[in-house]
Each structure stands twice: as structure tokens, then as C-alpha cells.
């Protein structure tokens, strides 16, 4: 058809181009000059008659978070680990991705997810991740009339599982520093890590606590990592922090912390580094409860009930006591 000249009230000229082929548009696109327009126009029916003309509007327009709904509603449910699946893509509908269309995630993109994500949680959690965000784009080639996609989970981005796992402790005078910097910070981040050390609850199980999920002296959290629903029970001082949140409750806000996930990570981060903490991930608070767990005299059925670990073969990387913590017991 023929070039549409517009002229704007700002005084610019565009010219838009539509390739029709068997009475549908294939090709839309708007240039400052004709001749950009006329080359665009030629180019593509040129590949409409050799037949290899491939029309990518449909990545173009489907976000990334759109799709990972149409995921989680048609295929998640057909896996066999469907809850801990829908966990995963909960996780990756609050990242960045979201907002981009398909056709612009780039293997970057998730190097710098992958990365962000490393900083939070182990390897393999992220692993995970990254499979979701593999299948799904495989599912958009295959079936969802996207052939053209190219698959961003390029080959050597998925993490090693063999990396060693972190076990990074509280040292003898942190928690006094990481507590003060706290308290000079303000906010809600103080509450958030003795809770988190108190019960040994996930960042994203603390940022989705709602006020509903308390009953008594039991947290019960819905949006847990592996989908199944846990009761954490509450210490004394985990409920202390409880009273204290109610007093300052917001209307609006169902939430016991009112904070999101990256808002924990974001605040704890600039704690641990007004406190000189080095080399301290919110994540390591969990290992540091745990062990603490095991520290009190805990079997390990136990710890697992109240930490969520599925297998006691996971809660090996959590039993690294201090030797000194261990004397008492051998005497």
C-alpha cells in the first residue's frame, strides 16, 4: 500500500509503511524519512516472495510477565512438581523481566538476573529459575506461534550446583553491630532480621507475612519456596516483634512488614555495610537460625518442620556447629 506521510503538531514528518500479505498485515513500521520506509517496504516483500519473511510483532508485544501468566495458568499445572514450579514463577513475576517483550530479553539480561539472584539464594535455586525462563521461551517457539524466538538460557548461563554452599555465620559481635546499625538506620529492617533469626523464615515468606497468617503463637505462610504451606511456630521473642508491628499497623496494608522482597535486600545491605559487615547476605540469616536451631538441641524432623527443608540430606550444609558450641555436649 501506498507510504503514509503524518506531519505533528511539533512540526516533525513520520512516514508509516503496512505489508499486507493475503489480506492481513504483516509489516508495520514508521520511519523520519520515505526513503527509509520505501527500502523497509521493498525488503520485506522481497522476503515475502522467497518465502522466508518472518513476522516477530507477536514477541514484540507479549511482555514477558504476560507470558509467564499464560505459563503458570496452561502449563505449570501439567508438571509434576507443579507447586514448587508455581513458586519459581511467583519469584520471577516480581523481577525486572516483566516488563520487557519477549523479543528483547537477551541472554545480558539474564546474566544480570542470574547475578542479582546469586547474591540472594544458592545456585541451584537459581538454576531453577533459569529452567522456567528456558521452557518458557520454548513453549512460546513451539506453540504459541513464535518460531522465530531464540532462547535467551544460553549455553554456560546456568550456575554450577557443584559450587560450594555458603555457610556463612554470625561472628562473635555482629549481631550487636548488625542490630545497632539497625536501630541508626530506622525503619522496619531491625524487626525484619531478628525476626528472620528468630523463626528462620525466608525473605519472601517474611515480606509475605500478612497480618491474617498469625494465629497465636504460629505463622502459617501460604507462598512458600517449595508451594507447600508450613506452620513456624513463634519464640517469645519473634511474637515481641509481632506486638510491635501491630501497634504501628497500616490500614492499607495487610502485610505485617509492609515491604517487599527487594526492599529487605536493599535496606539489609546498607546496614551491613554502616556496621563495616562484609561478605553478610539476608539469606545467611536462615543458615544462621538453623543452625541455631540444631544449637538448642533440635533433632533434625524438627528443624525441618519449622524451617520448610524437605529432605534432611538439605539440612546437612546447616548443621555446621561451632566446635566450642559442641564441647559441652561431649563432656
Avoid at 167 to 181: I, K, N, S, T, Y
Amino acid at each position: 500500500m501506498a507510504i503514509q506521510k503524518r506531519k505533528w503538531k511539533n512540526g516533525r514528518t513520520t512516514y508509516r509503511v503496512q505489508v499486507y500479505h493475503r489480506g492481513k498485515v504483516v509489516a508495520d513500521a514508521t520511519f523520519d524519512f520515505r526513503r527509509d520506509a520505501q527500502l523497509f517496504e521493498a525488503e520485506v516483500k522481497t522476503k515475502l516472495q522467497r518465502g522466508d519473511f518472518v513476522d516477530t510483532r507477536l514477541a514484540e508485544r507479549t511482555l514477558f510477565g504476560e507470558a509467564l501468566e499464560r505459563y503458570a495458568e496452561n502449563i505449570v499445572p501439567r508438571k509434576k512438581g507443579a507447586r514448587q514450579e508455581m513458586s519459581r514463577v511467583r519469584t520471577l513475576s516480581r523481577s525486572s523481566l516483566v516488563r520487557l517483550p519477549l523479543s528483547k530479553i537477551r541472554t545480558p539480561d539474564i546474566i544480570k538476573y542470574r547475578d542479582s539472584r546469586l547474591k540472594e539464594v544458592g545456585p541451584n535455586s537459581v538454576r531453577l529459575e533459569l529452567a522456567v525462563i528456558s521452557h518458557l521461551f520454548t513453549v512460546a517457539s513451539r506453540d504459541w506461534g513464535m518460531n522465530y524466538l531464540s532462547n535467551p538460557v544460553a549455553r554456560g548461563v546456568m550456575p554450577s550446583v557443584k559450587q560450594t554452599a555458603r555457610d556463612r555465620r554470625l561472628q562473635p559481635g555482629e549481631e550487636d553491630q548488625l542490630m545497632q546499625a539497625c536501630k541508626e538506620y530506622g525503619g522496619v529492617i531491625g524487626d525484619i532480621v531478628m525476626f528472620a533469626l528468630e523463626t528462620a523464615m525466608r525473605r519472601a515468606e517474611i515480606a509475605s507475612l500478612r497480618w491474617e497468617d498469625i494465629h497465636g503463637n504460629i505463622a502459617r505462610l501460604h507462598d512458600t519456596k517449595n508451594g507447600e504451606r508450613r506452620d513456624v511456630p513463634l519464640s517469645s521473642r519473634a511474637r515481641e516483634i509481632i506486638h510491635r508491628r501491630a501497634k504501628v499497623r497500616s490500614l492499607n496494608d495487610k502485610r505485617v512488614f509492609g515491604i517487599a522482597p527487594n526492599g529487605i535486600s536493599q535496606a539489609f545491605s546498607r546496614v551491613c555495610k554502616h556496621a563495616g559487615i562484609v561478605d553478610l547476605r539476608f539469606h545467611d540469616l536462615r543458615h544462621e537460625a538453623t543452625s541455631r536451631l540444631f544449637e538448642r538441641g533440635l533433632n533434625p524432623m524438627q528443624v525441618a518442620s519449622i524451617t520448610g527443608h524437605k529432605t534432611l540430606q538439605m539440612l546437612k550444609r546447616y548443621t555446621h556447629l561451632r566446635a566450642e558450641d559442641l564441647v559441652a555436649l561431649l563432656d
